[in-house]
């Protein structure tokens, strides 16, 4: 089995800053990738930001520029360092681990989430 912990959500006013920490355990044989997302209330499961293994990223259109994602020194842990956060940024945010098995068979573990609140 795979854990996944997010960390480092909280309330912040509109135009602060704050550094979420994913990290993933247990019976991992390879990491494909590893994401964030996020939802509202009342909206859907968005994607937020994406890096995989060899550390090429992708983001969503509402967050590039202000959020970076990236690997940590830690295995299997990655950040999501958002500046600049708008109220519209106010979600719970979550982790997504896409690994590997030794068999080659792919499965997404997801995390709790953490809540991102930014104050008007």
């Known amino acids: 089995q795979v854990q996944v912990v997010e960390s480092g959500g909280g309330l912040v006013q509109a135009g602060g800053s704050l550094r979420l920490s994913c990290a993933a355990s247990?019976?991992?044989?390879?990491?494909?990738?590893m994401s964030w997302y996020r939802q509202a209330p009342g909206k859907q499961r968005e994607l937020v930001a994406i890096i995989t293994s060899g550390g090429s990223t992708n983001y969503a259109d509402p967050v590039k520029d202000r959020f970076t994602i990236s690997w940590a020194n830690a295995k299997n842990t990655m950040f999501l360092q958002m500046n600049s956060l708008k109220p519209e940024d106010s979600a719970l945010y979550y982790c997504?681990?896409?690994?590997?098995?030794?068999?080659?068979?792919?499965?997404?573990?997801w995390g709790q989430g953490t809540q991102v609140t930014v104050s008007s």
């Open positions: 997504n681990a896409a690994v590997k098995s030794a068999w080659d068979i792919a499965t997404n573990y």
């Open positions: 247990g019976n991992i044989f390879s990491m494909n990738a």
